[in-house]
């Protein structure tokens, strides 16, 4: 299997947990695409159209489930999210990551000022 080509390629080819879980995923996808700042919970959830309880247990299913990884934000700055990408092939496509080696890509800090 060739490296995905970008964040969001990626994104669409891992098995989630759930349809939230994937809509996060791939909006924290296109975020990193896009280089922009490291969106807030409330952001993700607007972003998929669920309650910002909602989207917080999304984000945290999505770390325990080894897709991302999770920088708590000093003060009011938005918290650090990095995908967990790795050029794995076909047979151990849907393993979770935390089981193979992977890369990180991060998606940016938005200042608290």
Same mark, same amino acid.
């Given at each position: 299997m060739s490296p995905a $080509?970008? $964040?969001?390629?990626?994104a669409w080819e891992q098995r989630t947990g759930n349809a939230t879980q994937k809509a996060v995923l791939l909006f924290l996808a296109r975020e990193a695409d896009e280089c922009r700042y490291g969106p807030t919970t409330r952001a993700i959830a607007e972003a998929v159209r669920c309650t910002q309880k909602t989207a917080v247990d999304a984000v945290r299913r999505l770390r325990d489930g080894g897709?991302?990884?999770? $920088?708590?934000?000093a003060g009011t700055a938005s918290n650090i999210y990095r995908l967990k990408i790795a050029d794995r092939p076909p047979e151990d496509r849907y393993q979770p990551v935390s089981e193979v080696v992977a890369t990180s890509l991060p998606i940016g800090r938005r200042s608290s000022g």
């Open positions: $080509a970008t $964040a969001t390629d990626w897709f991302i990884e999770v $920088a708590l934000g």
